[in-house]
Nanobody, 124 residues
Framework: VQFVESGGGLVQPGESLRLSCVAS????????LGWFRQAPGKEREGVAC????????YYADSVKGRFTISRDNAKNTMYLEVLSSAPEDTAVYYC??????????????????WGQGTQVTVSS
């Protein structure tokens, strides 16, 4: 199992970027995979998650309407489009297997199997 995230960078508030995650050992078409982020001094939080094999999608309230999760099953790759970025989106973004309980997405991949993440910095 391996996750490789990419696409992060420095953007100004309001700008967009697309993050990519290549998931080895998973099948994006039916595995519940998602995106998490960790800002400095804060706990890791679930951002978006394909919450079942039928494609139901979870978004954290803080990103609804601004983030879009998608996947290219032929490439076994998952994406996170960050639209209209804001300074509070500054964090390291990770992909992992996920599950949704109530209104919160939790990772099901052991932290020892996570990738290096990709840094997103939103600043003017």
């Amino acid at each position: 199992v391996q996750f490789v995230e990419s696409g992060g960078g420095l953007v100004q508030p309001g700008e967009s970027l697309r993050l990519s995650c290549v998931a080895s050992g998973f099948t994006t078409s039916h595995d519940t995979l998602g995106w998490f982020r960790q800002a400095p001094g804060k706990e890791r939080e679930g951002v978006a998650c394909f919450s079942n094999s039928r494609g139901a999608i979870y978004y954290a309230d803080s990103v609804k309407g601004r983030f879009t999760i998608s996947r290219d099953n032929a490439k076994n790759t998952m994406y996170l489009e960050v639209l209209s970025s804001a300074p509070e989106d500054t964090a390291v973004y990770y992909c992992a297997a996920c599950t949704v309980v109530g209104k919160i997405a939790y990772p099901t991949t052991p932290y020892g199997s996570w990738g290096q993440g990709t840094q997103v910095t939103v600043s003017s």
